[in-house]
């Protein structure tokens, strides 16, 4: 089957740093993509990993390890604007369709 | 370019009705896909276009639902006999090269609501 887990909820504080964990088990796997979804609003495209090790793009840095099945969203510098949901989604290998896990809540405090 | 767009961005419907979503992807978009997403979780992969082709539909699917793209461009998904189970957010997202990278770029969905 295929399953990709991540943390419901997460709290941090403005300025600081959080990191948002996603494991999967796939039948294939063909990249590791991260998204944010503010409520109510579209997903947007955050990174991509397909190969192991660190992605890094401005404020935000993904991980990949492919033979742990794990993934991490970095996020630095917190800001406020930063709260919202953070999808894992695994592309599996072929077919077209991405997995999506069921989203991170992060909440960033004053 | 003005991104996805998708129509309507809410729709009520009664029971047993028939109800049509379209979507116009980004021009250069070869690629297109339909998901859904419930409250408190994540899309759900519907089917995949490439092109005016439609590669690849999800066995979840019943055979209620059934999605178009004629001419490459945009793309409409119909729901026949809607059930209360139907009712969700249906995103559509277009892409032009994954081997580069690039995700998805979603359409602000639109939401619909069986009675």
């Known amino acids: 089957g295929q399953n990709i887990d991540q943390p419901t909820e997460m709290t941090a504080t403005e300025g600081a740093i959080v990191q948002i964990n996603c494991t999967y088990q796939t039948s294939g796997f063909n990249g590791l993509f991260w998204y944010q979804q503010h409520a109510g609003e579209a997903p947007t495209f955050l990174s991509y990993n397909v190969l192991d090790g660190l992605e890094e793009k401005g404020r935000f840095s993904s991980f990949l390890s492919r033979s742990k099945g794990y993934s991490y969203l970095l996020l630095k510098e917190l800001q406020m604007k930063d709260s919202a949901s953070y999808l894992c989604a695994v592309k599996v290998s072929g077919t077209y369709k991405y997995i999506f896990g069921t989203g991170t809540r992060l909440k960033v405090l004053a | 370019d003005t991104g996805v767009s998708q129509d309507p961005r809410h729709k009520i419907t009664k029971r047993g009705q028939n109800v049509t979503f379209r979507c116009d992807p980004i021009?250069?978009?070869?690629?297109l896909y339909w998901y859904r997403q419930t409250l408190g979780q994540g899309p759900e992969f519907l089917t995949y276009?490439?092109?005016?082709?439609?590669?690849?539909k999800s066995r979840l699917l019943s055979d209620r639902f059934s999605a178009e793209r004629p001419k490459g461009s945009f793309s409409t998904l119909e729901i026949q006999r809607t059930e209360q189970g139907d009712s969700a957010m249906y995103l559509c997202?277009?892409?032009?090269?994954?081997?580069?990278?690039?995700?998805?770029?979603f359409g602000s969905g639109t939401r619909l609501t069986v009675v």
């Open positions: 997202a277009s892409s032009y090269e994954e081997a580069l990278g690039y995700g998805y770029t």
């Open positions: 276009f490439q092109n005016e082709a439609q590669l690849e």
């Open positions: 021009s250069e978009h070869n690629r």
